[in-house]
């Protein structure tokens, strides 16, 4: 077992972990999406109206759907299905009525899951200078030797990796963080894995394929930076995989301790 995965179990198992996770993912509920007036007419009057196309139509533009249905993503894609399949229409519509116009309007507004905010939010924590020093920009970066944290969303950090890292991985996925440390830079993906199953064993296993990319550069040290679920004494697979594992994969709270280790 890598020593910052063992020092991250023993910090989630031992230790007030989630308090001090606080101050990295502070999970605040946003306030509700605003939805554009005229869009919201628009629904409401195709609710009234008994206007089944229209409501559907008009609902796909919103960024939240009010129900889960699995045609809903192909129907975003080729909204001229709508035209042609007038039974999903009705049975979709026949759902989403069921909810009232009320309870329509709250699906549609409600806030953003909290585990869709956990970029920002690392990023957010890097950036108020948590690891000793503040992230620079591009040109700083680049033509300076000394520790440094390249400022900048995932697109920026995965186009630097490509270019002068020789770093890139076959999906094409962003990159969460960054580094310089004493000539090693170290390239992260920083999740929170709040539970086991669906998204979040895919947001793991995501990490564990940017943690085994190869960069060109023989400089580069991958690392995955998670939290959460999977440092929890168990015989379920994140655990067993994490403390099965030489790589580094480390809490954000170790983050500052193993880049200064280099």
């Given at each position: 077992m890598n020593y910052f995965t063992k020092l991250s179990i023993?910090?989630?198992?031992?230790?007030?972990?989630?308090?001090?996770l606080f101050s990295v993912y502070p999970l605040i509920p946003d306030s509700i999406r605003d939805i554009d007036e005229t869009k919201w007419n628009s629904i409401e009057t195709a609710y009234n109206n008994n206007d089944n196309e229209t409501l559907l139509r008009s609902l796909l533009e919103l960024d939240l759907f009010p129900i889960k249905d699995g045609y809903i993503p192909y129907l975003r894609k080729d909204k001229k299905a709508i035209?042609?399949?007038p039974s999903t229409v009705n049975r979709i519509c026949g759902r989403i009525r069921e909810l009232g116009i009320d309870k329509l309007y709250e699906r549609c507004s409600e806030p953003k899951e909290t585990n869709r905010?956990?970029?920002p939010l690392f990023r957010r924590w890097i950036e108020n200078g948590t690891l000793g020093i503040f992230p620079v920009e591009k040109e700083i970066f680049h033509?300076?030797?000394?520790?440094?944290?390249?400022?900048?969303?995932d697109t920026l950090l995965k186009e630097y990796a490509k270019e002068y890292l020789g770093y890139e991985r076959e999906d094409n996925k962003?990159?969460?963080?960054l580094a310089r440390f004493n000539g090693k830079y170290v390239i992260g993906e920083a999740k929170f894995i709040s539970d086991e199953g669906g998204h979040q064993n895919d947001q793991f296993l995501d990490a564990m394929t940017a943690?085994?990319?190869k960069a060109k550069n023989t400089n580069v040290i991958n690392i995955a930076i998670l939290d959460g679920v999977?440092?929890?004494h168990s015989k379920r697979k994140m655990y067993k995989m994490t403390s099965s594992s030489d790589l580094p994969i480390?809490?954000?709270?170790?983050?500052?301790?193993y880049l200064y280790s280099l």
């Open positions: 023993d910090l989630a198992n031992q230790r007030n972990y989630l308090d001090q035209d042609r399949n905010q956990m970029g033509n300076t030797a000394g520790n440094a944290i390249l400022k900048g969303g962003g990159i969460d963080f943690l085994k990319t999977l440092y929890i480390l809490s954000a709270l170790l983050l500052r301790d």
